[in-house]
């Protein structure tokens, strides 16, 4: 029978016991052992039964236990200490606030997400962007930044998976009720649930409520569009992540960016928490956050331009995707309809809006309204997620800045890392406790810090690979466990079901592959040869095991294609206990997974792979990679800590032939080179070689791939001079600003590179010399104060192309002559030998640009009129 109304009985704490909830809301427990040592000994079977979510517990704990707990002393002293250790960690003074007034770092960062991937209690994430942002956040906290994240609250979260009897992906969507999860409804002085409320055409509304949950320090702001004041179809806007159609996602997004704005709004008016002077939006989901502060700026009276401008200063935009597909697109007509006078934001024209989105570049779709390129148009400040992701972005929006070399491309990069704490096995933790002692083993894997690191070098061999084993094995039991209940649910009796206790084998090579199932992340590659893959799997003296696990996008049935012929091959007989596909891949799974595998295995399509994380969260427990060189492993591969799979660049479009060869060369790495020196024995009669690599791989990469150096460096290199720019852009400096490039626009076409000359008699010259230049250039109606002559150079190939450009700026030395003309000089240093090059461009030129290519504006000489336009150096 079923209920026809569901509430939510909370427990009534003892006095003595109310510190456990606000311990229990403050999601810090999730990655602060001794907090959730401390639940797990309220009732250690019930914490069990939780998934280790204390709201759960407490909500399942019997009185009767709850007295015991509140007479039992000794635990009232650990319930004080954990309750004295949050006060103290919420309240005191940590990296950013050492630093605040010197630097003049940002009071507030608001930091917008589609997804959040906090714990398993609170499931809100889909992959490796949920991931990320959720380590964002919990480092942010650690450091002390002044962050408040912004998402959405989805009811379904994102798909449960199990398989079918044939192997078959299946989604289930579970109900979330969000008074069973760690949020609290943000409050009016009044008592009533803080709201806000969008226009929709047709003057329909579609109205939110506003849930807090506290991530550590950070809070974050989850709107909820399943209120009674909405329609049906208003409130099934945040029923899932990443469903529906077009226009359901297009109002997903728009409360993410215009709600979340007005969120933020809601929340530091009845916290008094500092309003943010930086908006950073991960990947273009909250680009119509930019929108909403527009308006926001000319209801104070500022024009459309000039909000712009102030709204450009402090925005940070961060693309994670290096595929065109997987950025969102929206019919243009569909984004016309939900804005402008009978929708939302009335105030703004609604040309300027598409305007915005539109991909006017070669090669772009007109009538398609683009998320990532409205976020480069709103942002100042942009980046991708690892240096090579960095240049696959600068090449995949070069057309945003026609004239523009890709690598001119104001797209900066910070790469990914993870936050250590959440991922980090309580075994590893302690054995870096017995070397350095748990608190700078706890600041080591929060802030960084090298010399830390460091003292890894000094474990013995013997601890290092005792800890592997006892890793390994707990992976093992994880794995059989998990592997009975998915077969269970394929419709398996349980007596059909013994041979899983002979599933892995703890003293095995274990690989892992764990992620999302696109098609360019190559699930199956190891399946190429499969006589092959058996040899390995079987081998007699260096046998291999694998454990994957993953998610197929519920629309892709190409994704869900490669699970079922994975999960096939697993089911053979003959090798299902070497090689193991775990359905319903989440944060808890990867929890063990990631320190029980001695290799992580990564093999997309390269450049496809933005960042990858899996791998650094892997490597922070002493497992090796075996990837190819793309997204961070392109960044920080060493021999000495990994393998790298060569790609096969040289194939073309054959993807069936650059897949036979990559498979081939993965197959020959694991049999030539990781399974050797895994089985390999020294003296010790330990793997002396192997333990090494892991040892390299713990202090090389491990202060690398930390989340606490990603924040930082967003905090160094991109928030604290967005904010900074956001002080500058006072109403005034906006509209000169604004003024300005519209009469640079204007008057561009009448500027022009017309002469250049230099002091070099002939095509050859001596390194080091240094050659006068001489550039006569027109303005038009512009002055030299509005742009600035460069020398661009720098190496030239066979096409005459500079390559690592060096720019000097010219200097004016008279003019305008009769014919308006302008001289300007200025040095050419001849500092590299080979063939060189070097020509001349104007740009425009403003003490408030974030760089001379923001603009998008360029003057260069035509072809072949620059006099001595190249002199080789030997």
Known sequence: MKAIRRFTVRPVLPEALHPLSDLARNLRWSWHAETRDLFQSVDAGRWAASGGDPVRLLGSVPPARLAELAEDRRFLRRLAAAADDLADYMSGDRWYQSRATDFGLPAAIAYFS???????????????????????????????????????????????????????????????????????????????????????????????????????????????????????????????????????????????????????????????????????????????????????????????????????????????????????RFDRELVARHF??????????????LRLGMETYPGGEPNLFNMAVMGLRLGQRANGVSLLHGNVSREMFSGLWPGFDPDEVPITSVTNGVHAPTWVAPEVFRLGARQIGAGRTEEALSVGGSDRWDSIRNIADQEIWDLRRVLREQLVLEVRERLYASWRQRGAGAAELGWID???DPDVLTIGF????????????????????????????????????????????????????LVRFADDPRVRHRVVFLPDYGMAMAQKLYPGCDVWLNNPLRPLEACGTSGMKAALNGCLNLSVLDGWWDEWFQPDFGWAIPTADGVGTDEDRRDDLEAAALYDLLEQRVAPRFYERGSSGLPDRWIEMVRQTLTLLGPKVLAGRMVRE????????????????????????????????????????DHVETSATTARAELGTTLGLRVRVGLGDLAPDDVEVQAVSGRVDADDRIADATTVPLKPVSGPDLEGRWLYEGPLALDRTGPYGYTVRILPSHPLLASGAEPGLVAAPPDGSAEGAGVLLR
């Open 340 to 353: 402008g006078p009978d929708a939302e934001l009335a105030s703004l024209d609604v040309g300027r809006v």
């Open 714 to 753: 967003y905090v160094e290199r991109l928030y604290t001079p967005a904010a900074h720019a956001h002080r500058a852009m006072t109403p005034v400096a906006a509209r000169t600003l604004a003024d300005w490039k519209a009469r640079v626009r204007g008057a561009w076409h009448g500027v022009t590179v």
């Open 514 to 565: 764990a992620r999302r199932v696109p098609s360019y992340k190559r699930l199956t590659l190891m399946l190429r040869d499969r006589d092959r893959l058996m040899e390995l799997l079987l081998h007699p003296e260096r046998p291999l095991q694998i454990v994957v696990a993953g998610k197929a996008h519920p629309a892709d049935d190409g994704g869900k294609r490669l699970i079922q012929e």
């Open 114 to 328: 589609p997804e959040f991937g906090i714990t398993a209690a609170l499931p809100q994430y889909s992959g490796g962007l949920g991931i990320l942002a959720g380590d964002h956040l919990k480092a942010a906290s650690d450091l002390g930044v002044p962050l408040i994240g912004v998402g959405l609250l989805y009811r379904h979260g994102y798909f449960r998976q199990t398989l079918s009897r044939d192997g078959w992906q299946q989604e289930h969507y579970p109900v979330l009720d969000p008074n069973e999860l760690p949020l609290a409804p943000l409050r009016e002085p009044d008592g009533t649930p803080a709201r806000l409320s969008l226009a929709l055409p047709g003057g329909r509304r579609l109205k939110a409520r506003i849930w807090l949950a506290q991530v550590g320090r950070v809070p974050l702001l989850m709107l909820d569009s399943d209120v009674e004041e909405n329609d049906l179809g208003e409130r099934s806007v945040t029923d899932r992540l990443y469903g529906g159609g077009s226009e359901h996602r297009l109002k997903q997004e728009m409360l993410l960016g215009i709600g979340g704005v007005r969120a933020v709004r809601t929340y530091c008016r009845l916290t008094g928490h500092p309003e943010p002077e930086v908006f950073h939006t991960n990947e273009g989901h909250a680009g119509f956050l930019g929108l909403e502060r527009i308006a926001e700026l000319c209801a104070t009276g500022l024009d459309f331009d000039s909000a712009l401008e102030a709204v450009r200063a402090g925005t940070v935009f961060t693309t994670h995707t290096p595929v065109p597909a997987g950025i969102d």
């Open 502 to 504: 002979g599933v892995l």
